[in-house]
């Protein structure tokens, strides 16, 4: 939601990588996660969404 208010291209990314493997992203996302269990699950989410696709940095 962040990126598709601020960035289409970036939207368009994240999008386009969920959606190659959405079940293989997901086991990505939950693996990172499992490797930095001092993080909140969301930030470990951006990170990855960040990247893949780019800051999440507007102006």
Same mark, same amino acid.
């Given at each position: 939601?962040?990126?598709? /208010?601020?960035?289409? =291209? =970036?939207? =368009?990314? !994240?999008?386009?990588?969920?959606? /190659?493997?959405? %079940? &293989? %992203? /997901?086991?990505?996302?939950?693996? $990172?996660? &499992? +490797?930095? #269990?001092?993080?909140? @699950?969301? &930030? $470990? !989410? !951006?990170? $990855? #969404? /960040? +990247? +893949?696709? &780019? @800051?999440? +940095?507007? =102006?």
């Amino acid at each position: 939601m962040i990126a598709n /208010e601020n960035d289409k =291209q =970036q939207s =368009q990314c !994240i999008s386009d990588w969920y959606a /190659e493997d959405r %079940r &293989g %992203r /997901e086991q990505y996302i939950y693996d $990172v996660m &499992g +490797k930095a #269990l001092d993080f909140h @699950p969301m &930030g $470990v !989410i !951006i990170a $990855v #969404l /960040e +990247k +893949k696709c &780019g @800051p999440f +940095k507007y =102006q």
